[in-house]
């Protein structure tokens, strides 16, 4: 062996190595197979989005959860003899741990264990930009950990790495960590309440402006919509909460002016920590008079999607405003065939192929919301012009309500009344 190639053995990859994630869930009785998998997708999705991929899938038919492991000991045997052999660098649930289930499970697997709001607290930590983000974040998450704390917690290793503090995660005694954390909820607090109070003196110089704020389930396309309403270069991303700070932009149509912002997307389960710590950011919610809901239609659980948003908008006090429906990514869909074209489509095509009844569905909302949906595809402007023209009309009627004696469609020609008097 020469001298180059015993240098080269002692060289090491230092490129990061991407963590591995097995998932956890439930199967409860109401539950379909397929239902099970959509959720199981959207958690897999999640951990792509924290940077851990998807080795396996675990479930277990129960009513409720075993109050000590989550799990039935079986379950739990079998779990963690994979994580073992195959040196899984995490575990999640996708419903979440009481305090001590997370404690038992870290006992006995041995490795990281993340339940579903843990999991979307270090996406959102990871992914928030300005400071008011990265405050709320953070006193979400802390709020979460604080009762969570355990001796092998390492999911503190991280944030200490970025607010300065030496070490790792078990240095220290765990009610010394305890008092820390309950000290940097404090000063998150305080922290916070000033952001807001700057956010509130914001929102006052807004008045006597239409404002609109674009809602929907998350990854459904609102900063691509953002982006081609007002020709910015917003952040979007086939990924899971791409956005998490909100975004304000003046636009105008026609002549008239209006405030638009993209919020953070909605999902099924979302922490409650988060919500209430986002409280200034969802006020671009609450205090929009217009809502732009938009929906991704290619999805197969979009129904579900829909439902889930308007859930979490009744529960932010935000469900009783006017909503413009927007069925977002039609090119990624077919119009449902007539009978007559269905039997010219082999019977593969019509199991693979994704139909949607476009004027069907069109009806039930229209029925149901008072406006009338728009179906467009925002990525490569499709249908763009129908959407500018519905969303003007919408616009149009709050700004009535502001500026009441506004006349739309009377021009008066002083000139010509001048000279006939």
Known sequence: ????????????????????????TLIRQYQSEQ??????????????????KTVYRFTQRMEKPDIRTFVGSGKLDEIKAYVEHFEVDM???????????????????????????????DIFLQRAQTAQAKTQVELARFQYLLPRLTNMWTHLERQ???????????????????????AKITLLKDKLLEIEKQGITQRKGRKGIVRVALVGYTNVGKS?????????????????FATVDSTVRKVVLDTIPFLLSDTV????????????SFKSTLDEIREADLLVHVVDISHHAFEDHIAV????????????????LVFNKIDLVQQMPSEEESQHISEHELQETRYVEFKALSDAYEKKNGIKPVFMAAASAENVEEFRESLLAEVKKQHRKIYP??????????????EST
Not at 226 to 238: F, H, P, R, S
């Open 1 to 24: 062996m020469n001298k180059f190639s015993r240098k080269l053995q002692k060289l090491h990859d230092t490129a990061p190595k991407q963590e591995t994630a097995v998932l956890v």
């Open 35 to 52: 239902s099970v998998e959509e959720h199981l997708d959207e958690l897999a999705f999640l951990a792509e989005t924290l940077g851990a």
């Open 91 to 121: 575990v999640i649930f996708d419903d979440d741990l009481s305090p001590s289930q997370m404690r038992n499970l870290e006992n006995e697997i041995k490795v990281k264990i993340y339940d579903r709001s843990l999991l979307i607290l």
């Open 160 to 182: 200490r790495g970025g607010t300065g503090t030496r070490g790792g995660a078990g240095e220290k005694e765990i009610e010394t960590d305890k008092r820390d954390i309950r």
């Open 224 to 240: 691509t919509l953002m982006n081609l309403i007002t020709k910015t270069d917003i952040l979007a991303e086939n990924k899971l």
């Open 265 to 276: 997307g909605f999902i099924r389960k979302l922490p409650t920590h988060l919500i209430e």
């Open 309 to 324: 948003v308007t859930q979490t908008l009744n529960e932010i006090k935000a469900g009783d405003k006017p909503v413009l």
């Open 405 to 418: 004696h506004y006349l739309e469609d009377e021009v008066i020609d002083w000139t010509e009344k001048g």
